[in-house]
Nanobody, 118 residues
Framework: QLRLVESGGGSVQAGGSLRLSCAFP???????????MAWYRQAPGKDREMVAL???????NYADSVKGRFTISKDNRKRTMYLQMDSLKPEDTAVYYC?????????WGQGTQVTVSS
């Protein structure tokens, strides 16, 4: 059974940093390395939006609002994806979700709250 385990959310002041993690403990290595993975976020009253995407063999893709501040990465050995968030702004406040797509099979994490105060 597929599991996505998110962690790392919390509260921070503007200008601070947080790192989100999304682990895939039940996914075998060959599947993990070929998955498309992403971070999305949803703020109150707004639609869910893609923040960052990482695909095998391609450069990461970022929303314009986070370019230069956020970095998506993955550790194949740990079967874990990360989102390093620096220079956080109050407008980054949202629930952040990890997402994966494997040959059309899509799954979402449970979401983790990130709150940035001014």
């Amino acid at each position: 059974q597929l599991r996505l385990v998110e962690s790392g959310g919390g509260s921070v002041q503007a200008g601070g940093s947080l790192r989100l993690s999304c682990a895939f403990p039940t996914t075998i290595l060959s599947t993990f390395t070929s998955m498309d993975m992403a971070w999305y976020r949803q703020a109150p009253g707004k639609d869910r939006e893609m923040v960052a995407l990482i695909s095998s063999g391609r450069d990461p893709n970022y929303a314009d609002s986070v370019k230069g501040r956020f970095t998506i990465s993955k550790d194949n050995r740990k079967r874990t994806m990360y989102l390093q968030m620096d220079s956080l702004k109050p407008e980054d406040t949202a629930v952040y979700y990890c997402y994966r797509n494997y040959h059309g099979q899509t799954n979402w994490g449970q979401g983790t709250q990130v709150t940035v105060s001014s």
